[in-house]
């Protein structure tokens, strides 16, 4: 139940635009996005992107703190 809600929440809460690519003025070098983690909304900043095998990836980094990180574009929210 607490899953379903949390889920749920997300979705009112953030724009889903169904395609990332690297002309989509949305994700652009340099834009803060939310990375749902678990039950964590996390801010990260977009790094770079690509595309491998037909699937866009958006490298992240956290907002505050160190590392960096490939994930599907379908794991990045911008904020509305």
Known sequence: MIETLAGQ???DHYSF???YTREDSLVTI??????KVE?????MQVVDTRTV????????????GN???WVSAD????PA
Do not use: C, N
């Open 9 to 11: 929440w997300f979705l």
């Open 17 to 19: 635009p169904t395609h």
């Open 30 to 35: 340099g834009t803060i996005v939310h990375v």
């Open 39 to 43: 039950d964590f909304v996390l801010p």
């Open 53 to 64: 095998w037909g699937r866009d990836d958006i490298l992240i980094a956290p907002v505050a």
């Open 67 to 69: 590392g960096q990180q």
């Open 75 to 78: 794991r990045v929210r911008v």
